[in-house]
């Protein structure tokens, strides 16, 4: 295949990827061209294939149900009221576009949440203990737990820590193995009593690095909790997967 | 975030239901997409998007993802052939695209391309309902969709357009 030939096959594989209508194969395909050309893709067709889509919908909306509105406005009074995390998000590459234009509809919508963000990031993260202490001192009926290491993950270890009022919470892990981000990435589970046993909340996907020194993990429950009963971390595909078959254990927190 | 969810709640409601028919799932879907969007609000750039398609852009990957995932759930590959590829950077797109100029540029698409357009995205038929109601090949239905998309992003780079907002 000439530099035309592939130029051609990668953005192809990129409108693909924008419509969702890559295979597995040409997922593969695409990861590879990526890192053969070394260059890391635009968002144009992402953009251009939402507009296309949204523009459409926007002739037909569709209410939420109200339940589900319900639940969303609760957990955005959670979030919105737990400001001063000491844990660590992403980063912020762009907020101030938003900040220096607050007239904006979006940014007026989420400028409490933007405020709150950029006021803790720019705060160094706390130390693994004084965040215990800082997110004990804020709910008295945080929730704290210690993971035991699975299987061959026997040195596995560390606490975790939940808030059910500020619905946020950490992990503190030491002894689990550096991953390969490309090959394979660690996943926690919640079980929480209040929905299906066989259906536990993902609570995001995070990594390992190398250097030996305990890792604090955000979590990033997908769903709200209700005073779960475990924390389960799995070996997954990279990006996680929705349901775990649980083939990799690796630690375990319970009540 | 009140506001975001009275506003652009619908819109992901309307456009998940468009990949996920059964209406549990769905439901969970848009918790997750709106927890992805308070995450990333921090990196919305009015100069790049409007606010209804930087929100559609998170609801179409996610949802996307979602399906993808779905259906690689069932034979769980091995790690060592599992992808990972990085959601592209918005800050690094180029083409701004308004109404206007969205619909001038589709009108330089042939006719075939844009009336499988017009089914894909104006009445959410997937591509193997698109096959059949055409009577095209899926490949073929698969590869105008592909082309159409790259030829309307050439042309709206070329024309040079810099404005990038479509309806908010």
Same mark, same amino acid.
């Given at each position: 295949?000439?530099?035309?030939d592939?130029e051609?096959r ?10 969702g209508?890559?295979?597995p ?8 061209l990526s890192?053969q050309?070394d ?5 144009d067709?992402e953009?251009l294939a939402?507009?296309?889509a949204?523009e ?7 209410p939420m ?14 979030i ?11 980063q912020?590459?762009a907020?101030k576009n ?6 904006i509809g979006?940014a007026a919508a989420?400028a409490?949440?933007i405020?709150?963000l ?8 706390l130390?693994p203990e004084?965040a215990?202490a800082r997110l ?7 929730i704290?737990r210690k993971f035991?290491g ?11 820590l ?8 950490f992990?503190?892990l030491t ?23 066989d259906a536990p909340?993902d609570?995001?996907v995070f990594d390992?690095?190398s250097?030996?020194?305990p890792?604090?993990?955000?979590i990033?429950?997908?769903?709200a909790?209700?005073?779960?009963k475990?924390?389960?971390i799995?070996l997954?595909?990279?990006g996680?997967v929705?349901k775990?078959?649980q ?5 375990l927190a319970?009540s | ?10 819109i992901? =409601? ?7 028919k ?5 439901e969970?879907l848009v918790?997750e997409?709106?927890t992805?969007? =308070?995450?990333?609000?921090?990196t919305?750039?009015?100069t790049v998007?409007s606010?209804?398609t ?6 179409r ?11 690689r759930?069932?034979?769980f590959?091995?790690?060592e052939?599992?992808d990972?590829f990085?959601?592209p950077a ?5 083409i701004?695209c308004?109404t206007e ?7 330089t698409?042939p ?7 017009h089914?894909?995205?104006d009445?959410?038929f ?5 096959a059949?109601?055409t009577?095209?090949?899926l490949g073929?239905v ?8 790259l030829a309307l992003?050439?042309h709206?780079?070329?024309a ?9």
């Amino acid at each position: 295949m000439n530099p035309s030939d592939s130029e051609n096959r990668y953005n192809e594989l990129l409108a693909g990827r924008a419509l969702g209508d890559l295979t597995p194969d040409e997922e593969r395909e695409l990861a590879l061209l990526s890192e053969q050309a070394d260059i890391a893709p635009d968002a144009d067709l992402e953009l251009l294939a939402a507009s296309l889509a949204v523009e459409p919908v926007l002739q037909r909306l569709e209410p939420m149900p109200a339940g589900l509105a319900a639940r969303l406005h609760q957990k955005a009074a959670m979030i919105g009221h737990s400001g001063g995390s000491p844990i660590i998000y992403p980063q912020i590459p762009a907020w101030k576009n938003i900040l220096l234009n607050p007239m904006i509809g979006w940014a007026a919508a989420a400028a409490i949440l933007i405020l709150s963000l950029v006021l803790t990031h720019t705060k160094a993260p706390l130390p693994p203990e004084q965040a215990a202490a800082r997110l004990r001192s804020e709910d008295k009926d945080m929730i704290e737990r210690k993971f035991e290491g699975l299987g061959e993950f026997k040195q596995a270890a560390g606490r975790v820590l939940w808030s059910d009022a500020q619905q946020r919470g950490f992990m503190i892990l030491t002894g689990i193995p550096a991953n390969d981000p490309r090959k394979a990435q660690y996943q926690l589970w919640i079980v929480d009593p209040t929905r299906d046993a066989d259906a536990p909340v993902d609570g995001g996907v995070f990594d390992i690095p190398s250097n030996g020194s305990p890792v604090v993990v955000p979590i990033a429950a997908k769903l709200a909790l209700s005073k779960p009963k475990a924390f389960v971390i799995t070996l997954e595909h990279p990006g996680g997967v929705v349901k775990s078959k649980q083939e990799h254990l690796v630690a375990l927190a319970k009540s | 975030m009140n506001v975001c969810i009275n506003l652009y709640g619908p819109i992901v =409601w309307t456009l998940v239901r468009r990949y996920v028919k059964d209406s549990a799932t769905s439901e969970d879907l848009v918790q997750e997409i709106f927890t992805e969007i =308070w995450k990333k609000a921090a990196t919305y750039d009015p100069t790049v998007a409007s606010e209804s398609t930087f929100i559609g852009m998170i609801t179409r990957r996610r949802a996307i993802d979602f399906l993808r995932r779905q259906g690689r759930n069932p034979s769980f590959e091995p790690l060592e052939v599992a992808d990972s590829f990085p959601d592209p950077a918005l800050e690094a797109s180029s083409i701004p695209c308004d109404t206007e100029a969205l619909k001038s540029s589709l009108k330089t698409l042939p006719e075939e391309t844009r009336q499988l357009f017009h089914l894909f995205f104006d009445d959410g038929f997937t591509h193997p309902e698109i096959a059949e109601k055409t009577g095209l090949p899926l490949g073929t239905v698969k590869t105008l969709l592909r082309r159409g998309l790259l030829a309307l992003r050439d042309h709206l780079r070329s024309a040079g357009i810099t404005n990038t907002k479509t309806a908010s």
